[in-house]
């Protein structure tokens, strides 16, 4: 993809290709969330405003040279420093970003002695990616699998529909029949790319699927898909046939008639529009009336790079040599380790170890201790760690956020999650909960009549439980 690179196979035309969709991931992401931006400009020093600008400035670095390595990996690094500080609440879209930059650096550690490191690396990467993006698929779609994302009244499918409804104005249809086949659609999508992305003959049709489905998600103007769409559909095209590539960047076809993306005017026009947005976000902190307009220049530009793909796709006529997808699924041991952290992840909700950011969003999943709305697990998970079945009820609290999705909805809290926004809420929280029959006080420092329990840092760090009871399984959060 630039004049650094030395070779032009299509493994390393893959690679480059991918390494620029990537970094665009990664600023779609932070872009979405424009206020890490906000807090670095007038609340320095903010962690996690520096290091979103450290995730953005190794991005733009790997879009102005996707073909270099080590920008990559540094890429990578500052996207798992970046998780790492902001967990426990991380979106799914940023852990798989976090899960697969993670996979890199091992490959790149697991084969820096071989003959060719460069080819082995990337060979084991490509295959821990593309396993990621399929179990995210296949545990989204097993997550839906339960009666209220079925009930039209309650999906979150029929929900963002609305959204996308009113983002083109009203004049799609809604009645019954659409909200019910929106919801099979949705399923019948989802699980659907995970057995077509897992036959070879049919990968090139399901990327195309995928890539219109997620450019259809990001139409939701309330919710912004299109951080989760660009990450998904930058694993997407690792499925695709070397062909693809090698048309694409060695200019054997021109795109949209005579006019020709080359590589260097692509990356040039991404940095540019990467800069006009930020300055965009700073007045959005600072002027909240720039909003709305901040989300449609922020769609419009992910419409771009997915009409893009969308439309590269059909033209560069691939899709008789799907079987010749660059690589194979077959996983090395460093690499593998991830991709087992990402089926461990898929499965917390059934361990009891939390219920979410485990690719379970917006399914209308409700797990908790003994109880279950899925048609093939109605009790519920294991519960291993007890947090399900110890909970409590949140009477007043001077912090908005327990009062929000707590005191005014009345949906009960684990004591778990208590202790852990106690924990993170700062000296200046009180919070008045109801545990057992017995009511408590607890102040910084110290709790009426006993303790509340703080739990252990690491576990803090990376557990995260929704509300529990009647009501939970209609809230559409991720």
């Keep these: 993809m630039t004049a650094s690179t030395p070779s032009h196979s299509n ?14 991931a990664a600023l779609f992401s932070l872009l979405s969330r424009w206020d890490w931006l906000w807090k670095l400009t007038y609340r320095f020093p903010s962690l996690i405003g520096i290091a979103g600008a450290v995730v ?7 879009i102005l040279q996707p073909g270099c390595k080590k920008r990559f990996a540094w890429l990578s690094f500052a996207i798992l ?26 490959a790149v550690a697991a084969n820096r002695k071989q003959e060719n490191p460069d080819d082995s690396t990337w060979s084991a990467f490509f295959s821990a990616a593309r396993w990621t993006a399929i179990l995210v698929y296949a545990f989204a ?20 529909y609305g959204n996308i409804r009113e983002t083109l104005g009203g004049w799609a ?27 070879p003959r049919t990968r090139v049709f399901a990327v195309l699927l995928g890539i219109i489905f997620h450019a259809m998600l990001a139409l939701d103007s309330e919710k912004l898909f299109l951080n989760f769409s660009a990450v998904m559909s930058a694993l997407l095209i ?13 200019g054997e076809k021109r795109l949209f008639g005579r006019f020709t993306l080359t590589c260097d005017s692509l990356s040039k026009t991404a940095v540019i529009i990467t800069i006009l947005l930020m300055a965009w976000s700073i007045l959005v902190g600072q002027f909240g009336e720039f909003y709305p307009a901040y989300k449609v220049a922020l769609m419009i ?15 560069f006529g691939v899709f008789k040599q799907a079987e010749k997808t660059i690589g194979q699924l077959r996983l090395s041991m460093w690499p593998a380790v991830v991709v087992l952290l990402v089926i461990l992840n898929g499965l917390t909700p059934w361990l009891g170890l939390k219920t979410r950011t485990a690719f379970n969003m917006y399914s209308n999943l409700r797990v908790e201790a003994g109880y279950s709305n899925h048609f093939l697990l109605p009790n519920g998970g294991l519960d291993l760690m007890g947090h399900l079945g110890d909970t409590v009820t949140i009477l007043a609290s001077s912090d908005k956020q327990l009062r929000e999705a707590h005191v005014e909805t009345g949906l009960k809290a684990t004591c778990f999650s208590l202790g852990q926004a106690a924990a993170a809420r700062g ?9 057992n029959g017995q009511r408590f006080q607890y102040f910084p420092g110290r709790s009426d009549p006993e303790p509340l329990k703080i739990p252990p840092w690491i576990l803090r760090k990376t557990l995260l439980y929704r509300p529990i009871g009647d009501g939970v399984e209609k809230q559409c959060i991720w």
């Design 81 to 106: 420093a970046f998780v790492a500080i902001e967990l426990p609440e991380v979106p799914n879209h940023r852990l798989i970003l976090a899960f697969v930059s993670l996979a890199y650096l091992l």
């Design 427 to 435: 000296p200046l929280i009180e919070i008045v909960y109801e545990r």
């Design 238 to 250: 690792l499925f695709l046939p070397g062909a693809y590539f090698q048309r694409w960047l060695s």
């Design 56 to 62: 953005t400035g190794c991005a733009l670095a790997v």
């Design 141 to 160: 779609f097993f997550s839906k699998l339960n009666a209220d994302f079925l009930d039209p009244s309650d999906s979150c499918a029929v929900t963002f």
């Design 301 to 315: 530009a992910w419409g771009v790079v997915a009409a893009v793909l969308i439309y590269s796709i059909t033209v």
């Design 11 to 24: 493994g390393a035309l893959a690679q480059n290709a991918f390494a620029f969709l990537w970094a665009l």
């Design 173 to 199: 249809p809604t009645c019954t029949t659409t909200h019910t086949t929106i919801i099979w659609a949705t399923l019948i999508i989802e699980g659907g790319l995970v057995a077509l992305l897992l036959w």
